[in-house]
């Protein structure tokens, strides 16, 4: 099991000097998406709890979150990470006129802990080779 990724390069131009300097970027390649109904199958191949109940289970979890966060909380499930808000203002808005219309939703983030870091982390990585993972 190893997580794939592949490396980019890019250049930045020094407003100082005008030279140019490399540098590089990772990213993941995902090699599928487990949507929720995945999830529920796989987990039911190894438990009583039926596919239909998981994914009950899922939904209710998921909408609980999704309240706490509407109602300003902050979510963490234990031992891999914390869901929370981040806002913006509204594009052509003036400091002046900072109001709660002004403000809207940036994103929904997760920041999972060190130790599920520290998890994952342990699967390793693995150079990501077109001509090796397309018909993978």
Do not use: P
């Amino acid at each position: 099991m190893a997580i794939r990724y592949s490396v980019h390069t890019y250049a930045i131009k020094s407003s100082k000097t005008g030279e140019l300097k490399k540098s590089n970027w990772v990213s993941v390649k995902s090699k599928n998406n487990y949507r929720t109904e995945d999830l529920a199958e796989e987990l039911s191949g190894g438990s009583s709890a039926k596919k239909g109940e998981l994914l009950s289970a899922f939904t209710r979890i998921f909408a609980c979150i999704e309240e706490k966060l509407k109602d300003g909380h902050s979510v963490t499930i234990d031992g891999y990470g914390t869901f929370q808000l981040t806002a913006q203002i509204k594009s052509g808005k003036e400091e002046d006129d900072f109001r709660a219309e002004s403000v809207e939703l940036k994103n929904v983030v997760f920041n999972a802990t060190r130790q599920a870091k520290k998890r994952i982390n342990a699967a390793g990585f693995e150079r990501y080779n077109d001509n090796i993972h397309q018909n993978r």
